[in-house]
């Protein structure tokens, strides 16, 4: 049987958008481990965020952090994926791949644009603001500051206005990259190419392309979907404002969060199995 890898968003995808719970999608966690499937987390979450969420999960495989902007490996998987790690680069048991721009040259960026457009990011907000608005625990928006390589933001100007920001952050060689709950800024970087470059690690490590199945729920994971054998949409409330490529492809989970993703996935490994 062909190897298969998934990727999969965390927020509103793996996790309920409500309740950041995983526990519906259990059952099809379970299959995974038990076909040894790597499941490879994609989030715009941080590195400290990404770390606790795969511990709960018990998941040991690479990481996608910050929208694209850092690829984690963890060591005991450097030789088989083919890293050629030096010593710089390995801090915690951990090879760092840093895609995208530092966070300060974003911050700088934003700074200057603060008069001429109305809007908030992590870095103006307290640790209870961030709770507040994304609905974290107070330690847990503390991780969510953490940011190395990524801002995300409020917008609160005119929806028309987006497109000049847009251009001016382009100026800057930055991005603007719709999330969940939040834009993004961040630099020429994004999940879809952050999942390419491990896909092609996979595929060197399997000696054949693995069947790729992709998951996520907002327009800042349509870059991933399209590298996807199999993409997966999880319905969400903003999902009507999504268009692209990707979405020709796509399967539409039948429930939202971690419901829609258990559902899901069952179904394509099932689908894979008659196949063989
Ligand atoms: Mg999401």
């Known amino acids: 049987m062909q190897p298969v890898v998934v990727f999969s968003d965390l927020d509103g995808t793996l996790l309920n958008h409500a309740d950041y719970s995983f526990q519906a999608a259990e059952p099809a966690l379970a299959e995974l481990k038990e076909q040894k499937i790597p499941l490879v987390l994609v989030s715009s979450k941080t590195a400290p965020e990404m770390l606790r969420v795969r511990e709960a999960l018990g998941n040991t495989h690479p990481f996608v952090c910050e929208n694209g902007s850092l690829v984690m490996i963890p060591q005991d998987r450097v030789e088989e994926l083919g890293v050629e790690a030096d010593d710089r680069s390995m801090s915690d048991g951990y090879y760092y791949d ?9 911050l700088q960026v934003l700074n200057g644009l603060k008069s001429d457009y109305q809007f908030t990011g992590f870095a103006w907000m307290t640790d209870e603001e961030i709770g507040h608005v994304t609905g974290l625990s107070l330690e847990e928006a503390g991780l969510a500051g953490q940011r190395k390589a990524s801002e995300p933001i409020l917008w609160r100007d005119d929806p028309e206005q987006l497109d000049s920001f ?23 970087c994004d999940k879809g190419n952050a999942v390419s470059s ?17 998951l996520g729920d907002s327009p800042n994971d349509l870059d991933m979907l399209k590298f996807a054998d199999a993409p997966v949409l999880i319905p969400n409330e903003n999902g009507a404002c999504m268009n692209g490529d990707a979405l020709k492809h796509v399967t539409r989970a039948p429930k939202e969060g971690a419901e829609g993703w258990n559902a899901a996935v069952l179904e394509i490994l099932d689908s894979l199995r008659n196949r063989a």
């Open 166 to 188: 847009t251009e001016v952050l382009a100026e800057n060689k930055l991005r603007l990259i719709q999330g969940g709950r939040f834009y993004h800024v961040l630099g020429q």
């Open 98 to 106: 840093y895609r995208g721009i530092d966070r300060e040259q974003i």
């Open 198 to 214: 491990l896909l092609a690690r996979y595929e060197q490590l399997y000696q054949e392309k693995p069947y790729c199945i992709a």
